[in-house]
């Protein structure tokens, strides 16, 4: 078998095996040096505990061995610690510090980060969602504002036609979504709108 190195990343819940993300990844796309993670934008967790492997393929072939002997590493066996627990009892709060500038094609938000954390949903549309220009996960890791108080921003490419746009932001965790926000559903919006001429 003859290919470039990749690594097949698989999670699933301990106890239920319920699989919750499983794909390839390129050696290029997520190792830098001798250590390689991914931060994959469709992985929302719930509280709970989860296991980890990971399976390697190269020019010389596929990984072999492992905790059952079939190539994957990971897991809780084998005195492997691929395996972790959220256990958040509440859902994160509201984000706070919304900033919003659009110039050259690019929308560049910023927001506060929030503790218990994981991910933010990002909306940039005209009043009461009736045209959606943007709406996107983004991790709280990729961002780098894993820590509280630090400056979550997202450079976002975006074409905008002329019109009044708003941004808007929630917080989720392995706890859940946040609750409240102007409307009540749980985003933060920033106010007054940014028009763009």
């Keep these: 078998m ?20 499983l794909q390839w990844h390129t050696t290029a796309s997520v190792c830098s040096g001798g250590t390689c993670s991914i931060t994959p934008e469709s992985l929302i967790l719930a509280n709970g505990t989860y296991e980890a492997y990971v399976y390697a393929c190269g020019v010389g072939g596929c990984s072999t061995g492992g905790v059952y002997n079939n190539g994957w590493g990971g897991g809780n066996q084998g005195g492997s ?33 929030v503790p218990e954390t994981t991910w933010y949903y990002v909306f940039i549309g005209t009043e009461n969602a009736a045209y959606t220009a943007h709406l996107q996960w983004y991790s709280s890791n990729a961002l780098g504002c894993v820590n509280p ?16 746009y ?13 609750v409240g926000g102007l409307v009540g559903n749980g985003f933060q919006v920033l106010e007054p709108p940014l028009s763009v001429p």
């Design 2 to 21: 003859s290919e470039s190195p990749k690594y097949y990343v698989y999670v699933r819940t301990q106890g239920t095996n319920i699989t919750k993300y």
């Design 81 to 113: 610690n691929a395996t972790f627990t959220y256990n958040f009892l509440t859902p994160p709060g509201l984000v706070d510090g919304l900033t919003f500038n659009y110039t050259a094609g690019n929308a560049v938000v910023s927001w506060q980060s």
């Design 149 to 164: 108080a630090t400056t979550c921003t997202a450079t976002i490419p975006l074409t905008l036609p002329a019109g009044n």
């Design 166 to 178: 708003y941004l808007s932001v929630q917080s989720a965790g392995p706890g859940g979504y946040s």
